[in-house]
Every structure is written in structure tokens, then in C-alpha cells.
Nanobody, 117 residues
Framework: QVQFVESGGGLVQPGGSLRLSCAAS????????TGWYRQAPGKQRELVAR????????RYADSVKGRFTISRDNTENTMTLQMNSLKPEDTAVYYC??????????WGQGTQVTVSS
């Protein structure tokens, strides 16, 4: 199994930017499609962006298209989420995990993103 540690969240104003990082354990990370997820208060966890194991296939939720960019580095076992033009509705705890086709690993603590003026 893969363990994930998220970082990079914080408080930003609308229109601002943040870059989230995900550090994955073990050399098996490179075999899995992975993604960024988020959960806002009172809402279910949702998939924000997905990236294939080799980084060539990427899909975004409609709500973040054109604003967020997902990437991965299989040499460093890391994944990032560059978030631009942030909106208040982006406020959530952000998590990284495998794509559900592979089965989720345990969820980590996530990193809090708050967008507010």
C-alpha cells in the first residue's frame, strides 16, 4: 500500500494561488493512477483531478478546469496541484490518494485550503 502526506495549504484571497504537494511512500507509487480529492464542510469528498501512472492522461473536474494543474514526478514519488484563480468555493480539505480503480489507501490528514477575503 501507499501512504500519502499532503502539504502546502493555507489561507488565500479570491484570485490567489496555492501549490499543494503530496509525498508518497515506497517505490510502488509509479504503478498507480492517482488523484487529488477535496471535501468541503457539509459536502461529500469529490475528485478534483486525476493523473495516470505515467502522467500522460489527465482529467479535471469541471469546476476546476482551466484553473488547476496536476502533475507527478515518479522519480521523487510526489504529486502536485497548482491552483490558480482560487474561488471561495474551493475552500476544503485537500487529499491525495490512488484512483479508485486501484482501491483507495488509507486517507491522510489532508491539507486545509481556505479562500476568503
Amino acid at each position: 500500500q501507499v501512504q500519502f502526506v499532503e502539504s502546502g495549504g493555507g489561507l488565500v484571497q479570491p484570485g490567489g494561488s496555492l501549490r499543494l504537494s503530496c509525498a508518497a511512500s515506497g517505490s510502488i507509487f509509479r504503478f498507480y493512477a492517482t488523484g487529488w480529492y477535496r471535501q468541503a464542510p457539509g459536502k461529500q469528498r469529490e475528485l478534483v483531478a486525476r493523473i495516470s501512472s505515467d502522467g500522460t492522461s489527465i482529467r479535471y473536474a469541471d469546476s476546476v478546469k482551466g484553473r488547476f494543474t496536476i502533475s507527478r514526478d515518479n522519480t521523487e514519488n510526489t504529486m502536485t496541484l497548482q491552483m490558480n484563480s482560487l474561488k471561495p468555493e474551493d475552500t476544503a480539505v485537500y487529499y491525495c490518494n490512488k484512483d479508485p480503480i486501484w482501491g483507495y489507501d488509507d486517507w491522510g490528514q489532508g491539507t486545509q485550503v481556505t479562500v476568503s477575503s
